[in-house]
DNA sequence: ATTGACAGATTGTCTGATAATCTGCTTATT
DNA sequence: AATAAGCAGATTATCAGACAATCTGTCAAT
């Protein structure tokens, strides 16, 4: 038998859990835009199961931040001001350097090496400019990077960080030239915490994040210019 | 009509939020203890609503992390190790060390009033002993600092910490002679936010937490020699 | 232009039913 | 005696249907 993958498919343990990703995913992804309603019947029929697992994955959501659900009127995908844009990135700021201070002083030589080989998977993934593989390889750093942080609180609170940016719907890598540096500061934080330097990490997360934020937010100054009530 | 309060008390909303406080209360006032199963039937006939409404608020105090639920085993109240109890004090401090910061730097002079006087009421009670009183005094005191920090992300994550720390069980402040100096730790954030001294503020803050972090883990060690497997 | 009433849509909540799964206990097997 | 197999009871997961409460937009009346 080997080295084989004992995990059987699970099923995704419940129902719930399932509809919780799909709805997750359609956001993310933007098939769902921020300020749309969302209509219990119409996501029972589209996902094909009952009011029960739809409302308890809302409910889910909800607590994320993902979805707003107002009384008698239902969940509307979650919209995020420009203030609270830049909010999100000063808490992102701090959980991250936290995270990679941490990492470099306590992680394991275990984790280090996960995270630079996340690390070189990105940066290729990025020379060769494949949509979804860059967005697996990012996703793959920002957990390993979590992880390596040893502490659950952070991690959970980042992961729903990272989950309400989309919501801004703008990838800062997609922003000519910024994918190239992001890449070079990126290199920059898993070298710091190979170095097992935790002040070098700590700033180079700060300083990855800060310029992920402006761009961000110049942007969003910019296209909110014109719908700004 | 002057400025009297126009908002009338909104019945709560809907069910499941009264539900859902209900069981927050429980947790955090012990009734139901960390380990405890919570059984959906029981659930519904003590607090007399449908399962709808239960299921729906055990989804969102899940989210919280404030019970976990088990695949087709129904929610059980959290609990904490001491490692986690450990990082969740270094968050804690992270966050709180923030928002004094903020809080110092860019607060309303409003929001400075207020929290003065937050602290002369966590004062006054502390000194008059009543238990009610002081957890209100000091559930004050950090909506008032938190509110001041003006980042609602710190905001949420610092409510939902503060959840959970009602999941070690004990207060620090019940420790003999911690409530004297957890009064004066207070007043030196509060004077460092009034003088608007960002640094200063942060500092009094982690050493707050620190402390308070100290006093808990010390407690948890002694405690947990008897059962740790 | 503002107010008021009405109809349609949608949510909030309850109840009952069924299948799936977990747990502990009894029984059979080696 | 120790382990495996199997069974019964308890509880959850999910669905379907129903009804009241509430929101929204429309249209008439002032």
Redesign the pocket.
């Known amino acids: 038998m080997g080295d084989m993958d004992l995990q059987i498919a699970r099923?995704s343990a419940?129902?719930?859990?399932q509809v919780e990703d799909k709805l997750r995913q359609a956001i993310s992804s933007g098939r769902f835009k921020p300020g749309q309603?969302?209509?219990?019947?119409e996501l029972?029929e589209s996902i094909?199961?009952?009011?029960?697992?739809?409302?308890?994955a809302l409910r889910q959501l909800e607590a994320e931040g993902l979805i707003t659900?107002?009384?008698?009127?239902?969940?509307v995908v979650s919209t995020i001001t420009y203030e609270e844009a830049a909010q999100l990135y000063s808490v992102r700021a701090l959980l991250e350097s936290y995270a990679g201070k941490e990492f470099a002083e306590n992680g394991t030589a275990q984790d280090i090496h996960t995270l630079n080989e996340a690390v070189a998977e990105f940066a290729e993934a990025a020379a060769n400019g494949a949509g979804s593989r860059l967005i697996k390889a990012k996703t793959a750093f920002y957990d390993c990077l979590m992880q390596g942080s040893g502490n659950v609180f952070v991690k959970q609170m980042l992961t729903s960080l990272h989950n309400r940016v989309t919501l801004l719907r703008m990838t800062s890598m997609t922003q000519p030239g910024r994918l190239n540096h992001s890449v070079e500061e990126i290199k920059e934080i898993a070298a710091a915490i190979t170095d097992r330097n935790g002040a070098k990490a700590a700033a180079a997360c700060k300083y990855h994040i800060d310029m992920a934020a402006k761009v961000a937010l110049d942007y969003l100054r910019k296209t909110s210019e014109n719908d700004g009530d």
Chains 1, 2 share one sequence.
């Not at 419940?14 to 859990?17: D, G, I, K, Q, V």
């Not at 659900?69 to 969940?75: A, K, L, N, V």
Request: charged content about 30%; proline content about 7%.
């Open positions: 099923q419940t129902l719930r859990t309603r969302l209509v219990e019947r029972c094909g199961v009952g009011r029960t697992s739809i409302r308890e659900s107002y009384p008698h009127r239902g969940p």
